[in-house]
């Protein structure tokens, strides 16, 4: 799988306010998906990015992979406490399994 | 309902004594997965097979060893487990190589 580096590991935000997680690469990724874990739970799949420059929205997060596919971000707008939680991006999955997370941005919200 | 079991959900046990846990899907899926996450590492890949008795390593397999002899299970064995393998473990399976991956609830581990 491809390496992917992730940024930040921590944000603490107050409700209401906005929150950007980064997802990079050193090399073209075929595709990125996103995953939420809340506190206490697995992971859970939000979203997968294929095309150069593709924006997906879903309510209050939006989904974005660069043009040269190297890099995705995920937005969210006005924060709210249910948003809390650790938020992973993944890169593709070799044909034999393999794969890599990044080491996740883990929000926290303040009411 | 589809889902991927795990079992146990806690587990404390002894240095040095044998352990499996299990994992099962009820989606037909041909990837499974194992990762354990700890603090500020994310999740890191321990073992997958893209099929019945096919595995591989992952990216931090030492210690750890897997089957597939049926499709739904995945089981993970620790033949010796120690101390730095206190961690939380995700198994995990998936249909293809674009498609989401859905996770079991957790496996937390303590060797003491």
């Known amino acids: 799988g491809q390496q992917v580096m992730q940024i930040p590991q921590y944000q603490h935000v107050q409700e209401g306010e906005d929150f950007t997680t980064y997802c990079n690469s050193s090399?073209?990724?075929?595709?990125i998906q996103w995953y939420k874990q809340r506190p206490g739970g697995h992971p859970v799949f939000l979203i997968q990015l294929v095309k150069s420059g593709e924006v997906k929205k879903q309510k209050r997060l939006t989904f974005q992979f660069g043009e040269a596919k190297k890099n995705s971000s995920l937005h969210i707008t006005a924060t709210q406490t249910t948003d809390v939680g650790t938020y992973f991006c993944?890169?593709?999955?070799?044909?034999?399994?393999?794969?890599?997370f990044g080491d996740g941005t883990t929000l926290t919200v303040k009411p | 309902e589809a889902q991927v079991t795990q079992n146990p959900r806690y587990l404390i046990t002894v240095t040095g004594k044998k352990l499996t846990v299990t994992c099962s899907q009820n989606m037909n899926h041909e990837y499974m997965s194992w990762y354990r996450q700890d603090p500020g590492l994310g999740l890191r890949q321990i073992y997958y097979s893209m099929n019945v008795e096919v595995t591989d390593k992952g990216d931090v397999p030492e210690g750890y060893k897997v089957s597939r002899k049926e499709k739904r299970n995945f089981p993970l064995i620790l033949e010796s487990p120690s101390p730095n393998q206190t961690s939380l473990y995700f198994c995990?399976?998936?249909?293809?190589?674009?498609?989401?991956?859905?996770f079991g609830q957790g496996t937390r581990l303590t060797v003491v």
């Open positions: 995990a399976s998936r249909a293809g190589t674009y498609t989401e991956a859905f």
């Open positions: 090399t073209t990724l075929s595709n």
């Open positions: 993944a890169g593709p999955v070799t044909n034999a399994g393999k794969s890599t």
